[in-house]
C-alpha cells in the first residue's frame, strides 16, 4: 500500500468527514507536506451523457486533494475553505482509473494557492484536467 | 409544477442522460433559450466537513446547467462539451435547498460562454456560488 | 460630466495613484459603493496583432475596477490587493470606445468577490468582456 | 544571446506585431515548439499604487506568451484568439525583472489549453503568477 503513515494524517482524516468523497469512490493514496494524491473509478452514477466520468466528479476530488494539501500546511486545529477554482478540461474522461494529484503551489498564513492535475491512470496515463485553486486558512485562534 | 414543457426539451432530457444528476438530485425545474434552472438539496452522502454542501456537489449540478443552456441554442443534435469553468463560493452551503440558474451569456456557432449562479433557498434565499463555463459545441455535421 | 463627486473618492484617487492606468487612458466616470465605472480607448500602443484592442488592456483596467470597487467597501485606511481574476472574452475588442463596469458581488471583511463587464460604447454598444476577481482587504490594524 | 533563431520565428513576429508588446517592453528570449519565455521590466508607466508592477502587466504578457506558444504548434497560417484566461497572484511584484514562461499543456486542432508562470528574476527569483489559458486557433482554411 502507498500511503505513508508516518506524514500528516489530517488528510486522510479529512477525506474520511467528507460524505461525497465516500460518494464519489475518492481513496487517499498518498499524502506529504503540501501535497495529496487520490484515486477514483469511474462506476454507475458518476458519468455524463456518453458515460464517461462526469466533469464534476474529478473537479470535487481535484478541490479536496487542493483543500488538504493546504491544510497538511497550515498550524494544527486551522480550517480550510475553498475561495475559488478553476479547471480545464483537456480531454474527455472516458478511462476506468483516475488519479488527482494535489499541491500547494504557494503557502501563506492566511491564502495558499493550489495546483491539482487529475490523471487517467488506466487504460492509458495521460492527463485530462488542471486546476488552480485558492483556500482560506481559518486558523485555531481566528484569523 | 414550475417546468414549461412548450420549451426545448434537450435540458431535460440531457439531465436524465447523466448518471452523476439522479445521485447529486439534481432536478430541472425550468428551461428555456439559453436558460436552465435546476434544484437541488443537501443530503447525506453530500456533504464536506462541516455537513454542508460539498463545493463540488453545487460545482457539478451548474456545470450541467450552464452545458444544457448552451444545448439549447445549440442546432438539433449538436453535443456540447466543457472546456473549462471557473466557480467562486461566496459562503458555506449550510442550506437545505439550492437552486442553480445557468444562461448563455455569449452563444456562438463553436463556443458559448455560460453563467450560473447558485442560490441557497431554504432557509434563506442568498447567493453562494457563481460559475462561468466556456462550452465547445460538437455539431452534428462535425464542426 | 458623469462623476458624481459627493459619492467615495478612494477610485478616483486610487486610479490616479496607478501610473499604469495613465498609461492605458482609463478614465472613471462614476464610482459608488461597491462600483465603478472606467472609459478607454483603443489607441497607437494599446493593440495586439490584428489592431484590436489587446485583451491584457481591458483585463488590467477590468482588475482596478474591480479593486476599488472593493476598497469603497472596505474600512478608510485598507488596502486592497488582488488575489486571482478570470477573464473570458467575448468578442475581438474591435470597437473605439469602451467601458468597465465593475462592482462587489459579495462583501466581506478580508475577502471580496468581485464582477466586472467590459463593454465597447462605440461604434456598437455590446459586451466584449467579463471578468470574476477575488480581492484581498488589508486592512490598515493588520488583518 | 538566448534565442535560437533555428525555431519558429512566429513567437517574434507576433509580438513584434503587437504594439501593447512594445508599450509593456516585452522582449521574447527564447522560443520552440509549444513555449515561449518573454522577459519585461518595471519602469515607470507600469505599476501600481505602491510603485510594484501592475497586475495587468504581468497577466497581458502572459496571455501573449501562452497565444505565441500555442501559434508554435498550429498550422502555418493559422491565427489564435484568446477564449479566456485566469491569473493566480502568489506575492507582490516588487522585483525589477520577470520572466513569463509560456507553454501548451494540451495542444489541439481547434482548442490550446496554455500555462504561464511569471517569475520574478532580479532581485530574487520567485514566481509571482500563474496563468491558465485557453486559446481557439483559427485555421487558414477557416476551421
Redo the contacts between chains.
Sequence with gaps: MAFDETLDTRAID?FA????????GAEVMETGKGRVRVRFRRR??????HGYL????S???A??ACGYSALSMAPQGA?V????????????ASGDLFEARGRV??PGA??M?C?CEVWEIEPKER?IM?M?A?M?IMNPEGG
Design positions: 479529512g468527514s467528507q460524505s461525497f468523497m465516500a460518494t464519489l454507475d452514477g458518476l458519468t455524463q451523457q462526469h466533469a464534476g466528479v473537479t470535487a476530488i478541490d479536496s480550517d475553505l475553498t475561495i475559488e477554482f478553476k479547471s480545464n478540461f483537456l480531454r474527455p503551489v504557494k492566511q491564502i494557492v495546483e492527463m488542471t488552480t485558492t482560506f
